[in-house]
């Protein structure tokens, strides 16, 4: 199985309410990442979990909440969003979290904050 | 930060012709990878190509590094319509913090 497998695809959300993505893989991999993603931009780094600890936040925005349960899922919890927060959102893992690692990226969650 | 720019941001070619797209990073790095991602979804691995090597081939793909111009190409040789996406490069190395930091990216359109 190398699927990396996010719920929702789609979610459509008020500025009031408050939803998670979710992301599950079942390579064994110990690195996990949340990326967010504009039209037409890369993907931009949000968050790192190398074994189910938190190693990098890339000074994402508090309203925006990760959590690893175990080493095969990982959230990300939304609470406030903005419309400029609507984007794709993409969950990866590799096999660790060291450089030159090949990342499996899932299909994304196409958030839209309204 | 965004480390790699890329060149063409787009490219439309007829099937069964070469495509090349080039990146170019500011800083140095360990390992340089391609992915090529679907119009709106995940991103797909295609090739690594580590500091110390200069050419890397995978099936129809062909990629350079230039470490001295830091830059890199990717070829695509024969495209294919399936071959329509957006290609990214993505730099990792100590000067990024060890983080996987994509380019631009490059649009491909391979019309039948």
């Known amino acids: 199985d190398t699927e990396v497998t996010q719920t929702p695809k789609h979610l459509v959300m008020g500025m009031t309410n408050k939803k998670s993505l979710k992301c599950e893989q079942h390579?064994?991999?110990?690195?996990m990442y949340w990326y967010k993603q504009k039209a037409k931009k890369p993907p931009e780094l949000m968050f790192v979990?190398?074994?189910?600890?938190?190693?990098i936040n890339e000074s994402v925005p508090s309203r925006f909440s990760p959590e690893c349960p175990n080493s095969s899922l990982l959230n990300l919890h939304l609470h406030a969003l903005q419309p400029e927060d609507s984007a794709l959102y993409l969950c990866?893992?590799?096999?660790?979290?060291?450089?030159?690692?090949?990342?499996?990226f899932g299909q994304g969650t196409r958030l839209t904050v309204v | 930060s965004q480390q790699g720019e890329e060149d063409p941001q787009a490219l439309s070619i007829q099937e069964g012709e070469n495509a090349t797209m080039n990146c170019s990073y500011k800083?140095?790095?360990?390992?340089l990878q391609w992915y090529r991602q679907n119009s709106g979804r995940g991103l797909v691995h295609l090739i690594l190509?580590?500091?110390?090597?200069r050419e890397k081939h995978s099936g129809r793909l062909r990629v350079t590094l230039d470490t001295s111009k830091k830059s890199s190409s990717l070829l695509i040789t024969a495209s294919r319509a399936a071959d329509t996406a957006s290609y990214f490069c993505?730099?990792?190395?100590?000067?990024?913090?060890?983080?996987?930091?994509f380019g631009g990216g490059t649009r491909v359109l391979v019309k039948p």
């Open positions: 979990y190398s074994y189910e600890k938190l190693s």
């Open positions: 190509i580590r500091s110390n090597e």
């Open positions: 800083t140095s790095i360990n390992n």
């Open positions: 390579m064994g991999h110990r690195a």
């Open positions: 993505a730099t990792d190395g100590r000067a990024a913090g060890n983080k996987l930091t």
């Open positions: 990866a893992s590799s096999q660790d979290s060291r450089i030159g690692t090949e990342a499996f």
